[in-house]
């Protein structure tokens, strides 16, 4: 099926480091989620977002909806221990009984005490 | 609240055997999701329902597999028979559509069954 192209794949990153991460599509989206996953748990959703060029934050997070509606990306602030995990963007496409969400295959994130 | 429960946790099974998994959305919810998890492949969706009927099973990967939900609290995920290649952590996800208005469509996940096929 198809995918978001998620990027980097992995991170290795010092404590109080930032983080950047993005997804990108050939096509349009009409919402972007990031969601956590930590190891041996389901995803968890951070941060939605609903219109293009809508910036959000939860906490340390920020997350942004591109303005061509084909991107979005999540930045990660002072980053600690707690914030190892995968995380994953989604983007919704179509409506109604249409609509899907279609998944990217995630970043990886090592924070390094 | 009880979030998504899912059982087993985990399975170790031999090629050839019947497998099921099973899963308890959280209350109210009137959408429920099954998905694979690989490493190759990411998160898969396989197939959904709403209000207990299957929308779309497109995801299912062939007939070994199936599901079923015979009401609003309870689903399941069948491999008959398993391969080594179904080995994978299984994820069922809940929401519920009067979030839509809202354009919110959380997707609540269970902790997942990871699946061993020897």
């Not at chain 2, 209350?27 to 779309?56: C, K």
Request: hydrophobic letters at 35%; proline letters at 6%.
């Amino acid at each position: 099926g198809q995918q978001l192209n998620q990027s980097p794949q992995s991170m290795f990153i010092q404590e109080g480091e930032d983080v950047s991460m993005n997804c990108t599509s050939s096509s349009i989206f009409n919402t972007w989620l990031w969601y956590k996953q930590d190891p041996g748990e389901g995803p968890v959703l951070l941060i939605a977002l609903y219109k293009a060029g809508e910036l959000t934050s939860n906490g340390r997070l920020t997350a942004q909806f591109g303005i061509t509606r084909k991107d979005s990306f999540l930045n990660i602030s002072a980053s600690i221990p707690s914030d190892v995990g995968i995380y994953f963007c989604a983007g919704y496409r179509g409506a109604g009984n249409n609509r899907k969400l279609i998944w990217g295959l995630g970043t990886s994130l090592a924070v390094n005490p | 609240d009880a979030g998504v429960i899912q059982s087993p946790r985990h399975e170790v099974t031999e090629m050839g055997q019947e497998v099921t998994l099973r899963c308890k959305p959280i209350s109210g919810h009137d959408y429920l999701f099954w998905y694979r998890q690989t490493m190759m492949r990411g998160l898969e969706l396989l197939i959904y329902f709403n209000n207990n009927v299957p929308i779309d099973d497109s995801g299912m990967p062939e007939d070994r597999f199936s599901a079923k939900m015979p009401n609003a609290s309870f689903s399941t995920l069948k491999i008959q028979p398993s391969e080594p290649r179904d080995s994978a952590v299984y994820f069922c996800a809940s929401s519920f559509a009067g979030d839509r208005l809202a354009g919110i469509n959380e997707q609540f996940f269970g902790p997942g069954t990871r699946l061993t096929v020897l």
